[in-house]
Nanobody, 119 residues
Framework: QVQLVESGGGLVQPGGSLRLSCAAS????????VGWYRQAPGKQRELVAV???????NYADSVKGRFTISRDNAKNTVYLQMNSLKPEDTAVYYC?????????????WGQGTQVTVSS
């Protein structure tokens, strides 16, 4: 059983910064691609950023130049550094990891962490 635990959300003023973390625990063989999604009220869940095992990254156009995704493979943790935050970044942020266990590959999701950008 694999669990993803997120932390780092909260309330921040426009222009501020937050750093989200997501750590995987449980039995696993490998962690492949990891990423962050977000869902604002009344909107569909959207991809924010993804990073492969090799370190290749991809970002939504709306966050390019402001957000940075990174991973620490030794700690089984993925991070999302969010700078120059805007009110439209307000959403619940979810981490996701493609994890291979003895049962095979499966995509796991975190419980979500609220990010609110408001003055």
């Amino acid at each position: 059983q694999v669990q993803l635990v997120e932390s780092g959300g909260g309330l921040v003023q426009p222009g501020g910064s937050l750093r989200l973390s997501c750590a995987a625990s449980g039995s696993r063989i490998s962690i492949d691609a990891v990423g962050w999604y977000r869902q604002a009220p009344g909107k569909q869940r959207e991809l924010v950023a993804v990073i492969t095992t090799g370190g290749s990254t991809n970002y939504a156009d709306s966050v390019k130049g402001r957000f940075t995704i990174s991973r620490d493979n030794a700690k089984n943790t993925v991070y999302l550094q969010m700078n120059s935050l805007k009110p439209e970044d307000t959403a619940v942020y979810y981490c996701t990891m493609l994890v291979t266990t003895h049962g095979g590959p499966y995509t796991y999701w975190g419980q979500g962490t609220q990010v609110t950008v408001s003055s």
